[in-house]
């Protein structure tokens, strides 16, 4: 489906749901877009001012959908919402194709319940088709459609429409989704690569896309670009890397886990068909000398022993101080050999305990240690933790520029 297509439009600009981590997603859009074209709505979304047919958005692991805004609506009610698309979207269906219409909505921040809307959607239904159209909606079981939904039943086809409506204030803004997170290549990448190892590769790969955005920014695919991870693991964070368009170099102190990268990385480029220098070294990061230029540099580092429960205090004192120190380690042999300008995103521990989240303490000194640590106009330094519940050790994404 192209821009063209909508129904109407009111802006250039592209409107992004967000992310179960709004935070890592809005930090995400503005490291490649910058603040400026960003605007937040609610929690939940941002317009950025830009073309929707200029957003790379398969490589934006934050969002989890793209759409392109129709109209803004001076209510929230969503009597008067339904009853505008019932009276308006009859008189825009020209520019669809012949055959049957697929129609779903969702809505972000609206006061309103899954059978109220499938209520509206026969009313809506019956406008469509006294204007000639055979369509067919889509139930809804939530307010919102969910990936699963919108893909399989192609509603950003050219016979697929998915509204959206999201609350803005006392307005809605109501747009058309464009794309849709594409759930089950990410489920590949994850799950089917051939070498895995529970203990260290469970980064998401989506997590993974949005510590390379941020470490490499509004950098356009280069294969002359490269990618450092230094604690590459089984290489999650190389194989987004490589799909981006630059160049993965990756470096781990177990040879086993070079190995499991550089197999991960031959399977990923069959299976995408898409071809990329691969440099794998086995070696610590504390004090490896790489020979080869680095661009940016990306990673999960090392997270320290995994935990099902929360430890003693000494226990989990130990940790983080032997943690922190590789960290400490790894940070000063990076300066040594970069230039000042370097980008990095580091996903670091931080461990949950009952009164908040434990940082490493290192990051109080990173500018002795030669690094500027970035923060972000539209997301808080403390919301970029990523975390699911339960889990003992979280992942801090610290974003630095190398002084
Ligand atoms: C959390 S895992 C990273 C997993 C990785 N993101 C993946 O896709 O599988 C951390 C990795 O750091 C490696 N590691 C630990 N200490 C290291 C050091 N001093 N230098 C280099 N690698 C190290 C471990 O072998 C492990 O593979």
Redesign the pocket.
């Known amino acids: 489906m192209t821009f063209k297509r909508r129904y109407t439009t009111i802006m250039q600009s592209s409107l992004f749901i967000l992310g179960r981590q709004p935070a890592l997603g809005i930090a995400e859009l503005e490291s490649l877009f910058g603040p400026e074209l960003i605007t937040p709505i609610d929690t939940h979304a941002a317009i950025v001012a830009v073309d929707p047919d200029d957003i790379p958005f398969n490589r934006i692991g934050g969002s989890i959908k793209l759409a392109g805004v129709l109209t803004e609506i001076q209510s929230t009610d969503w009597t008067a919402l339904a009853k505008y698309i019932e009276d308006t979207l009859p008189k825009h269906l020209s520019g669809i194709p012949e055959g049957k219409l697929k129609l779903g909505f969702s809505t972000f921040g609206i006061h309103v319940d899954a059978n109220t809307i499938n209520k509206s959607a026969l009313q809506i239904k019956k406008a469509v088709k006294s204007a000639g159209r055979s369509v067919r909606i889509i139930p809804n079981n939530d307010v919102a459609l969910n990936s699963a939904q919108v893909i399989h039943n192609q509603l950003t086809s050219p016979l697929g429409m998915e509204l959206i409506f999201l609350r803005n204030g006392s307005s809605t803004l109501i747009a058309q989704t464009i794309s849709e997170q594409d759930i089950e290549s990410y489920a590949a990448r994850d799950q089917q690569r051939p070498m895995r190892?529970a203990r260290?590769?469970m980064?998401p790969p989506k997590l993974?896309q949005i510590i390379v955005n941020l470490a490499t920014g509004a950098k356009a695919p280069d294969r002359d670009f490269t990618v450092l991870?230094?604690?590459?693991?089984?290489?999650?964070?190389l194989q987004e890397a490589g799909l981006m368009g630059f160049s993965p170099l990756g470096?781990?102190?177990?040879p086993r886990?070079t190995e499991y990268s550089k197999k991960n990385l031959e399977w990923l480029q069959e299976k995408w068909d898409t071809s990329f220098d691969i440099t794998l070294i086995t070696?610590?990061?504390?004090n490896?000398e790489w020979q080869e230029n680095i661009d940016a540099i990306a990673?999960?580092?090392?997270?320290g022993r995994p935990f099902s429960s929360l430890p003693d205090t000494e226990t989990l004192t130990e940790v983080m101080q032997d943690v922190n120190l590789?960290h400490k380690r790894?940070l000063q042999n990076v300066a040594r050999q970069t230039k000042p300008g370097l980008t990095l995103c580091l996903a670091v521990p931080a461990w949950k305990t009952p009164d908040g989240f434990k940082h490493l303490k290192l990051l109080d000194s990173l500018e002795v240690l030669g690094y500027t640590r970035r923060s972000f106009v539209h997301a808080r330094e403390s919301d970029l933790i990523y975390y699911r519940e339960g889990q003992v050790v979280a992942r801090e994404l610290v974003s630095l520029i190398r002084k």
């Open positions: 190892d260290v590769g980064l993974a991870d230094p604690f590459c693991g089984t290489g999650v964070v470096s781990d102190l177990e886990m070696g610590d990061a504390t490896l990673c999960e580092t090392y997270l590789i790894f």
